[in-house]
């Protein structure tokens, strides 16, 4: 992956302070103050999953479910920005890793070029316990849905067939699955 310029940075943020109200004004100053140090800048990078970092903070917009402000040092959590402010300026030759939480964040820092792959991040620990979840209910009720749509196109032929057997048992079987609350 690319590493995303200084410039492309700095219009990234300079678009999302306009754009979007943090829950907390220290996220805010932070974004600020990194905005006016390039030397810090260079050094930040926007990834997903911070809690996988040695040194991520998550910031939050009003409109996000997430919490205000959420800072990771070596697997420890804190929630203080003054402490995360304090170790970012005084290790701003280390990489540091930050993530945005606002509606459509990944598509936006994508198309901005500015989101990179979290370094810590394997396979495993791509896809939360949750997207998991949600993907495998929607792959369930995507094959119920496929089977209720077939169904239907079997009683509308058994209909045009004339055929009764075959009729009553298409509308058995998707009866039944409108009973199961499938869909």
Known sequence: MIRPSLEEKKKFLTWFIQNYQLKRRESLWILNYLLNHELLLKNVHFVENIALT??????????????????????????????????????????????????????TLSSYGILEKNPNETEETAFT???????????????????????????????????EEKFNKYTEELKAIDEKNMI
């Open 54 to 107: 040695n040194r991520g903070m998550g910031l939050s917009s009003v409109d996000s479910d997430q919490e205000p402000f959420v800072y990771y040092k070596e697997g420890k959590r804190f929630d203080d920005p003054e402490q995360a402010f304090h170790d970012l300026r005084l290790n701003w030759k280390e990489d540091f890793y930050l993530e945005l939480y606002f509606d459509g964040a990944y598509q």
């Open 129 to 163: 316990k949750e997207t998991k979840k949600s993907v495998e209910e929607s792959l369930v009720r995507l094959g119920w849905q496929q089977r209720k749509s077939h169904l239907l196109t079997l009683i509308d032929q058994s209909l045009t067939d004339k055929d």
